[in-house]
Each structure stands twice: as C-alpha cells, then as structure tokens.
C-alpha cells in the first residue's frame, strides 16, 4: 500500500513543450505539497494545499500551475518547459488541521518524479 | 531561510552509534525540531521530532539541550542502509507552516 505515490517516475521531455505530473494520497491527510529537488540537492518548497485550498505559494514561475482536484490529488503542470526546470519534483502530505489533535505534522513524501528537459 | 546548521558529512562504523549533532540557536518557543533522512534519490523520510523532551522511537533517539539551542539524533546501531542525507528541520507547530531542508549531514557507514 503504497502511501504518496506519483507519476511518472521519469519524464524526458523538450524545450517548449508542456507537461504533468500527478500526485496521489491515501493517508486520509487534508494538506500536499510540491518541493523540487535540482541538482545541488537542495529541497525547496513550491505549493502547498489545504482541502483543496492553495495556501503557500512560493515565488514559482507562473509557468507551473499546481491543480487539486480533491483532498487526494495534487497535480503539477508545467507549461513551455524550460532547461532549468530539469529536476527532482516530490510530492508530500501531512495532517495540518481540522478533527482531533494533536498533530505531529510529519510530512510523507513520495518517491519523486525526475524531469529532464533537453 | 533554513534555521539549522549541521555538518556537511560524517562518517561512521557499522554497528557504531551515529551521533548527528544540529544547531538552532534561534529557535523560539513553539518550535519543534524535526529530522528527516533520503536515502539516495528516495522521498525525505520522517525520523523523530520533538520539542524540549528528549524522544525515542524505534528508528532513533532524539536529544535536546536544555536551552534548545541544539540537538542531536543518535542511530544506536548503525548499518549499511542507515548512509543518508540527514535533515534537521525547525518547525512552528500550528497551521501551514513550511518545512525549510537545508544542506543536510551526509552520514556515511562503513563495514
């Protein structure tokens, strides 16, 4: 049972074109997240939702337009891809809020989705 | 906008404690601090997390300083799978607040 999962595992891609990612949990969490990954290793945070509610937008090119279409789904579409969005996009939920507490706000990520624009 | 500094790396036996020490001296009261580990090109994967309290679990110790300007996660025994990017993560309890990963310890076992 796997947990977050994402699709798909490696996309190659051109210059210019337009693509998805899709993201899915079955945690029963009310929050998602998109971090990217470039090549230095470091993880940064771009979206976040909360019941389907865009709650954090880091400063992300518009180019990326994340989509939920349920608690359980977080999309992420990249339009005109460019060469420096060549990276590691992982998706991640947590339980943020509503129902019972406390709350640990671990964060489960799922196992990535490697992009690469030539 | 990470707030925690750590080692870049650090090696350690197999079957030796892994001691990961972190530094959040500006910490404020309602933060917790939190430790994740990738393994390779994986997902982070959660480890421990606590606020004052030392914590344990099944994967690691956590200790914390009395002043909680720092911490350090113990891997009792370490093995081969345990080679990782550790994460220390301050985080303020509440909603919607980020997790900010910063350069992580390298942690290296070695038979």
């Known amino acids: 049972d796997t947990a977050v999962s994402q699709t798909p595992k490696y996309l190659v891609t051109q210059m210019g074109n337009d693509k998805s990612i899709k993201c899915e949990q079955n945690?029963?969490?009310?929050?998602m997240y998109w971090y990217k990954q470039d090549s230095k290793k470091f993880l940064k945070i771009m979206f976040s939702?909360?019941?389907?509610?865009?709650?954090i937008n880091e400063t992300v090119p518009n180019r990326f337009s994340p989509k939920s279409p349920d608690k359980a789904h977080l999309n992420l579409h990249i339009n005109s891809l460019e060469l420096g969005d060549s990276a590691v996009y992982f998706c991640?939920?947590?339980?943020?809020?509503?129902?019972?507490?406390?709350?640990?706000?671990?964060?489960?990520f799922g196992p990535g989705t490697r992009l690469t624009v030539t | 906008d990470a707030k925690t500094t750590q080692p870049p790396s650090m090696d350690c036996a197999e079957g030796r404690a892994a001691n990961l020490p972190c530094n959040h001296s500006?910490?404020?009261?309602?933060?917790?601090v939190y430790w994740y580990r990738q393994i390779h090109s994986q997902g982070p994967q959660y480890i421990i997390h606590?606020?004052?309290n030392n914590e344990t679990n099944e994967m690691a110790s956590l200790i914390i300083t009395e002043d909680r300007k720092s911490s350090t996660l113990i891997l009792p025994h370490a093995t081969l799978r345990d080679t990782a990017v550790y994460y220390c993560?301050?985080?303020?309890?509440?909603?919607?607040?980020?997790?900010?990963f910063g350069s992580g310890t390298k942690l290296n076992v070695k038979p």
């Open positions: 993560i301050v985080r303020g309890v509440g909603n919607f607040n980020k997790f900010y």
């Open positions: 991640a939920s947590s339980q943020e809020g509503s129902g019972t507490g406390p709350f640990s706000y671990e964060q489960y």
């Open positions: 945690l029963g969490h009310d929050t």
């Open positions: 500006t910490i404020s009261g309602n933060e917790y």
């Open positions: 606590g606020l004052k």
């Open positions: 939702y909360n019941n389907k509610e865009l709650i």
